[in-house]
């Protein structure tokens, strides 16, 4: 062991330290011996706020804040949240990063600001699409796998809200999710309307999926 070197190392690290960041970065690249005291920790944490402490120990209430208040990426167009209980990332994705059949069609579907829909008075999203009339509903969206959180197992739903007046939307709809590459995936049944929603007794398809209320509907 070099004991000189070390000291020379600890020496070089603590006058960097008081200097500045583009200082530190720029002294890294005059030789082996500064380029390591530059990117030990005690350089880094003295470039530090005073009140970096401080700002760490509310960290707690920034993590929190994540969990209950989701906030807007993408140009207001997908929302992040972190699950409370797991810590892993969640994503929304709002109706104009989707792609919708005939969304551009005004005939089929209508697009509103927040303050001008109809029927959803609330949402995270500043836009909203509205079904008019189809006789083919396809819907997709997707997402990057490397912005999830690794190793996690995750589940897509799709969110909506129904008018007082609809119709057709008693036919059963297929759900899938799959990777770009795949041509052929698995597809489950699922129901647009709950039970109580149907003016007709449920069909009995025994896979078929019901949907849950949210809380903010």
Same mark, same amino acid.
């Given at each position: *062991?070099?004991?000189?070197?070390?000291?020379?190392?600890?020496?070089?690290?603590?006058?960097?330290?008081?200097?500045? %960041?583009?200082?530190?970065?720029?002294?890294? +690249?005059?030789?082996?011996?500064?380029?390591? !005291? &530059?990117?030990? $920790?005690? #350089?880094?944490? !003295?470039?530090?706020? %005073?009140?970096?402490?401080?700002?760490?120990?509310? +960290?707690?209430?920034?993590? @929190?804040? +994540?969990?209950?208040?989701?906030?807007?990426?993408?140009?207001?167009?997908?929302?992040?949240?972190?699950?409370?209980?797991?810590?892993?990332?969640?994503? *929304?994705?709002?109706?104009?990063?989707?792609?919708?059949?005939?969304?551009?069609?005004?005939?089929?579907?209508?697009?509103?600001?927040? !303050?001008?829909?109809?029927?959803? %008075?609330?949402?995270? @999203?500043?836009? #909203? &699409?509205? +079904?008019? $009339?189809?006789?083919?509903?396809?819907?997709?969206?997707?997402?990057?796998?490397?912005?999830?959180?690794?190793?996690?197992?995750?589940? &897509?739903?799709?969110?909506?809200?129904?008018?007082?007046? @609809?119709?057709?939307?008693?036919?059963? #709809?297929?759900?899938?999710?799959?990777?770009?590459?795949?041509?052929?995936?698995? @597809?489950?049944? &699922?129901?647009?309307?709950?039970?109580?929603?149907?003016?007709?007794?449920?069909?009995?398809?025994?896979? !078929?999926?019901?949907?849950?209320?949210?809380?903010?509907?």
């Amino acid at each position: *062991m070099d004991i000189t070197s070390d000291l020379l190392e600890d020496c070089i690290g603590d006058i960097i330290s008081k200097t500045s %960041p583009s200082d530190a970065c720029g002294t890294s +690249l005059v030789s082996r011996t500064f380029s390591s !005291a &530059a990117a030990s $920790n005690l #350089v880094w944490e !003295a470039l530090l706020p %005073p009140d970096h402490r401080q700002i760490i120990s509310e +960290l707690k209430d920034l993590y @929190f804040s +994540l969990c209950d208040k989701p906030i807007l990426i993408g140009n207001g167009n997908r929302s992040f949240t972190i699950h409370k209980w797991s810590g892993k990332k969640c994503y *929304m994705l709002g109706a104009r990063e989707l792609g919708v059949i005939w969304g551009d069609v005004s005939q089929y579907w209508k697009w509103y600001s927040l !303050a001008e829909s109809p029927v959803l %008075p609330k949402s995270r @999203f500043s836009e #909203v &699409a509205h +079904l008019v $009339n189809v006789c083919w509903l396809h819907v997709w969206g997707t997402i990057e796998t490397k912005i999830l959180s690794p190793n996690t197992r995750y589940g &897509a739903y799709l969110i909506y809200t129904t008018g007082d007046r @609809f119709r057709g939307l008693d036919k059963l #709809v297929k759900l899938s999710v799959r990777f770009l590459d795949e041509i052929r995936c698995d @597809f489950i049944n &699922a129901h647009l309307l709950s039970t109580t929603s149907m003016d007709i007794d449920a069909p009995e398809e025994g896979d !078929a999926r019901f949907p849950r209320d949210r809380e903010d509907k």
